[in-house]
């Protein structure tokens, strides 16, 4: 089991940042891939960007590219989602979640935080 927590969500005007972290416990050893998906009020979740564990590849969406960058720091087991320029229709939940098999497939994300809110103002 992979346990993950979110942290670092909450209310900014549009064209403003926000910073959040995912640690993650138990069997880290395990992790391939560390990912963001969000999902907003009636929509279906979506993957929003992902690293490697390891090497630090990179993956993300079109709408999110030029203005969010992922990172992790691997003594920590955290990975990071810096957002900037951020629009209202990035309000969402942010679901941190981990994959043992591929960073870059949302199917192969298998373990999930709770979900941090991030709520963009126009």
């Given at each position: 089991q992979v346990?993950?927590?979110e942290s670092g969500g909450g209310l900014?005007?549009?064209g403003g940042s926000l910073r959040l972290s995912c640690a993650a416990s138990g069997r880290?050893?395990?992790?391939?891939?560390?990912?963001?998906?969000?999902q907003a009020p009636g929509k279906e979740r979506e993957f929003v960007a992902a690293i490697s564990r390891i090497g630090g590849s990179q993956y993300y969406v079109d709408f999110v590219?030029?203005?969010f960058a992922i990172s992790?720091?691997?003594?920590?087991?955290?990975?990071?989602?810096?957002m900037n320029s951020l629009k209202p229709e990035?309000?969402?939940?942010?679901?941190c979640a981990t994959s043992?098999?591929?960073?870059?497939?949302?199917?192969n994300y298998?373990?999930?935080g709770q979900g941090t809110q991030v709520t963009v103002s126009s």
């Open positions: 346990q993950l927590v900014v005007q549009a880290t050893w395990s992790i391939y891939g560390m990912g963001w998906f969000r590219k030029g203005r992790r720091d691997i003594t920590k087991n955290t990975v990071y989602l810096q990035d309000t969402a939940v942010y679901y043992d098999a591929g960073y870059n497939n949302p199917r298998n373990y999930w």
